[in-house]
C-alpha cells in the first residue's frame, strides 16, 4: 500500500496569527539556537514584504530538523494550529503539513 500524494495548498495568514505563532516559537527556540532563529525569521519576513509565497512545509521540516532547530513534533503541531487557526479543515492543514515535512526529512537523509 503506497501512501497518498500530499497536494499543496495556500492558506492565507492573518498578521495577527502570524506573529502570535512565531513569538510561540521563539519561547521554544532552543537558547543556543536563537541567532539562528532570528536569522530564519529575517529571512521569512523578507520574502512576506517581497509578496512571496511561504513553504510552511519546508519551515516546517527545518524547524524539526535536528540539525537546524531540533523542535518536537508537538511544538511544530501547536505552531501550525495557531497559523491556521480560522480555517475549516485545521486538523487536516496540520497534520498534512507535518507529514510533508517528515518526508521532506527523509529524503534529505537518503
Avoid: C, H
Amino acid at each position: 500500500m503506497s501512501a497518498p500524494e500530499l497536494q499543496q495548498r495556500e492558506v492565507r495568514v492573518s498578521k495577527s496569527a502570524r506573529i502570535k505563532a512565531f513569538e510561540f516559537l521563539r519561547q521554544n527556540i532552543p537558547e543556543a539556537k536563537i541567532d539562528d532563529f532570528q536569522v530564519l525569521m529575517d529571512r521569512i519576513n523578507e520574502l512576506i514584504l517581497s509578496g512571496e509565497k511561504i513553504d510552511v512545509g519546508e519551515l516546517v521540516a527545518e524547524l524539526m530538523d535536528p540539525k537546524k532547530f531540533g523542535l518536537s513534533q508537538d511544538i511544530v503541531e501547536e505552531f501550525l494550529k495557531i497559523l491556521v487557526a480560522g480555517e475549516a479543515d485545521a486538523d487536516k492543514l496540520v497534520a498534512g503539513t507535518i507529514e510533508y515535512a517528515k518526508r521532506k526529512m527523509w529524503r534529505k537523509t537518503e
